[in-house]
């Protein structure tokens, strides 16, 4: 049964790619993106792109960045919306933009009236971290690795939604992007000394994936609209 399941499957990518080569201009890409990148950048970004291609579909995956680089792996995937730090030199990445991270905190903290703060600030203070399975957490790890802090974590959230909720409630601080979502959380942001304390996020592909006529579109559509430095 799986294998005529895997047969029926394979047949299809192969009706699907002969109909893309057949009329580039429509077609499916499949596509893997981050939670966290669901409420706001992704419907952005595929939004704009439709504008312009709206015979182009798309096959959307949410996934953890672990799902992510498998489903790309394997072929089974043709982008992928991530953070850098798992991308490798069998794929390709393009920058779509970098978020700053800001201190997050309950409105009665006693840093609420701070301008700005340095990490340093947070080896004693409880902590709301994130569990693996969030992109955002290897950016975080690696900020407090690079300055050899350990934070007194109390929790790991599996979602950005979570931690927010929770520093909103006086559990501990966070470091967290000001996404639409998040700011509807009743929160104080305070900027952080530290340079480099954002989060980049960007395009990977597989470097030896042949790209069909609609994922070429939608890859120079990328580059167009998000050009590097």
Request: charged share 20%; proline share 4%.
């Given at each position: ?20 080569q ?17 409420a706001?950048l ?9 504008e312009q ?9 949410q996934?953890s ?8 792996s ?12 798992f991308?490798n030199?069998?794929f ?6 970098k978020?700053e991270?800001f ?12 301008s ?5 600030e ?19 790890n690696?900020?407090?690795?690079k ?5 007194n974590t ?7 939604d979570?931690?927010?909720g ?17 700011q ?16 980049s996020?960007?395009?990977?592909w597989?470097?030896?994936k042949?790209l ?15 050009p590097?430095?």
């Open positions: 049964m799986e294998r005529a399941k895997l047969a029926l499957m394979e047949i299809e990518k192969g009706k699907q790619e002969i109909a893309n057949i009329n580039p201009s429509t077609g499916v890409i499949s596509l893997s993106f981050l939670h966290m990148l669901g706001q992704v419907p952005s970004l595929l939004g704009s792109f439709r291609y709206a015979d182009i579909r798309f096959e959307l995956h996934s960045n672990n799902e992510l680089m498998t489903l790309l394997s072929n089974d995937c043709d982008f992928g919306i991530t953070t850098p730090e991308v030199d069998t390709d990445w393009h920058l779509l933009g978020s991270l201190l997050t905190l309950p409105l009665n903290h006693q840093w609420v009236n701070k700005s703060i340095s990490l340093e947070l080896r004693e203070e409880p902590y709301i971290g994130l569990k693996t399975s969030c992109g955002l957490s290897f950016t975080i690696n900020l407090f690795e300055m050899q802090i350990r934070p109390v929790f790991h959230a599996d979602e950005l979570t931690v927010a929770l520093v909103s409630a006086g559990f501990g601080v966070a470091l967290l992007p000001k996404t639409l979502g998040l509807n959380h009743r929160l104080v942001w305070v900027k952080v000394d530290e340079s480099k304390c954002e989060l996020v960007g395009v990977v597989k470097k030896d042949q069909t006529p609609v994922s070429n579109i939608f890859l120079e559509f990328i580059r167009e609209k998000y590097l430095e």
